[in-house]
């Protein structure tokens, strides 16, 4: 089954430098596995970093253990859903690429929303 992002679209990459997604395809794609539904693809930013370190999520520290490699600002990134909606909230929510979104995000957050801040 072809994942989809919130255009209806076939789902694009969103970033294989650093490489992300849950499954490290490169892609915002999800399951069932994937509890905290990575399917935001933003462009992070400093103040989005530093939010989500303050909530105990600290994304700029490598981990290598998780092929994790630290972000910087300009990094693209699937976020998770919640924590994009949180930082939306708050004002900090960083742009979002909507090609790369993963449609299930739709869930969670209005697609306007995430249009407001669209690459």
Known sequence: MQALNVLGQALVPC???PL???FRDGCCTTD???SGSHVVCAKVTAAFLAFSKSRGNDLT???PDY???GLKPGDRWCLCALRWKEAYEA???PPVVLA???QKVLAFVELEALQ???L
């Open 20 to 22: 992300t997604g849950f």
């Open 32 to 34: 069932a596995q994937d």
């Open 100 to 102: 790369s979104t993963h």
């Open 67 to 69: 092929r994790f490699p």
């Open 61 to 63: 520290t490598p981990r």
């Open 15 to 17: 970033s294989y430098d």
């Open 91 to 93: 004002g900090v929510a």
């Open 116 to 118: 407001s801040l669209a």
